[in-house]
Structures are given as C-alpha cells and as structure tokens.
C-alpha cells in the first residue's frame, strides 16, 4: 500500500508497528478483514503536535485530508449513551442535530476529555474509531467516507493513522451519517 497523505512523514503498515499503536487499536487491527487492514499506515509523530492543526503545519498534512474523532455523550431520562463522530478536520460534528437525532437522545454534547479517556483506553489527541468500546455507534460523515485517504488518531498522541476514508465503514459499529460535518460559521 502506498500512503499519499504523509506530507514530509513515513508511513510504515500499522498492523506491522503495534509499538505506535494503542493496545485497544493494535487488537482492533488485526481483527479487522486482512484486506481492509492493510490498508491502514502509521506514522511516529511528536506527541506535543497531535492537535489536528499544529499537526498539519508542522508535517504539511492538508486539513482536508485529515479526519476528527470526536466522542458524543447524550442522555435521555436516567441513560446515558456514548457515539464517535468522524468529520473532516475542516468541519464540526453536528451534535445537536444529526448525532442527538441519531442517537435518540434529548441531549448531546462532547464527552468530558477525562471521561473520554478512561472509556477508549486511549490518550487525548490520539482517540481513533478502531478499537473503540464494543457497542459504541461510529458515525462517519460522508465526506470522510469519501476521501481516498485520511489522516487520524493512532489512540496515542506519539502516532497518527492513513487510511482510505472507506476503510472506516468496515469498523463494526460504524454507519455513513451524510452531512455529519458541517461547515463552521
């Protein structure tokens, strides 16, 4: 497989490189379908550039090529529910609209940063939809779904994953939420 996305990073087989990976993600991997995991690079970053934007500045990674995970808590009545939402770094998750609706709750919004973590096992800055806890629904915005390659969490802050924005919808648990993203402003 040949990563084009990198901008001045090395891109190696992730399934081959657990060491840049997350446990949970690492295991995600190889229970994947073989050919949908080899599609999937890592890359060692500085764990102080994770953010999405100093990320792409420093390693001249395009915006548009890289994708968000971000983790959705809502509740209805005494319930709680948790979602991953994949939107392009150059768009917002829709929370109050597409996800709530989704997610039949009365109220979303971002998980809390400590919560977050302790749920995926994962460090903030690297959260990935692979290996997220079973059961959690993984939206996937089309414009992801449609980008030949995207640029997300290794589940640490120390790597990053390249991957056809397909790739995500073999994910168990994972669903196509057309305008999930939308456009801030």
């Not at 190889?30 to 690079?41: I, K, N, R, W």
């Not at 971000?70 to 005494?78: L, N, Q």
């Not at 948790?82 to 609209?97: E, H, I, K, S, Y």
């Given at each position: 497989?040949?990563?084009?996305?990198?901008?001045?990073?090395t891109v190696?087989?992730?399934?081959?490189?657990?060491?840049?990976?997350a446990?949970a993600?690492s295991?995600?991997?190889?229970a994947?379908d073989?050919e949908?995991?080899e599609?999937v690079?890592?890359?060692?970053i500085?764990?102080e550039l994770a953010d999405?934007?100093a990320f792409?500045?420093?390693?001249?990674v395009?915006?548009d090529?890289?994708?968000?995970c971000?983790?959705?808590k809502g509740?209805?009545g005494?319930g709680?529910?948790?979602?991953a939402?994949m939107?392009?770094?150059?768009?917002?998750?829709?929370?109050?609209?597409?996800v709530r609706?989704r997610?039949?709750?009365?109220?979303?919004?971002?998980?809390p940063?400590?919560?977050?973590v302790?749920?995926?096992?994962?460090?903030y800055?690297?959260i990935t939809?692979?290996?997220l806890p079973q059961?959690?629904?993984i939206?996937v915005?089309?414009?992801?779904?449609a980008a030949?390659?995207?640029?997300?969490?290794?589940?640490?802050?120390?790597s990053k994953l390249?991957?056809?924005?397909r790739?995500?919808?073999?994910l168990?648990g994972a669903?196509l939420v057309e305008?999930?993203?939308r456009t801030?402003?």
């Amino acid at each position: 497989m040949r990563w084009t996305a990198n901008g001045s990073l090395t891109v190696v087989p992730a399934a081959q490189h657990p060491e840049l990976l997350a446990e949970a993600v690492s295991d995600a991997l190889g229970a994947l379908d073989p050919e949908v995991a080899e599609t999937v690079g890592v890359a060692e970053i500085d764990p102080e550039l994770a953010d999405t934007a100093a990320f792409c500045e420093r390693y001249g990674v395009s915006l548009d090529a890289s994708a968000n995970c971000v983790v959705v808590k809502g509740k209805r009545g005494g319930g709680i529910r948790f979602a991953a939402c994949m939107v392009l770094a150059t768009t917002r998750a829709d929370v109050n609209g597409a996800v709530r609706r989704r997610l039949d709750v009365r109220s979303a919004s971002f998980a809390p940063m400590d919560e977050a973590v302790a749920l995926t096992g994962m460090e903030y800055g690297g959260i990935t939809p692979i290996g997220l806890p079973q059961g959690w629904p993984i939206l996937v915005d089309g414009a992801v779904a449609a980008a030949p390659e995207v640029v997300i969490g290794g589940g640490i802050r120390g790597s990053k994953l390249f991957l056809p924005g397909r790739a995500l919808l073999a994910l168990v648990g994972a669903e196509l939420v057309e305008d999930l993203g939308r456009t801030p402003g």
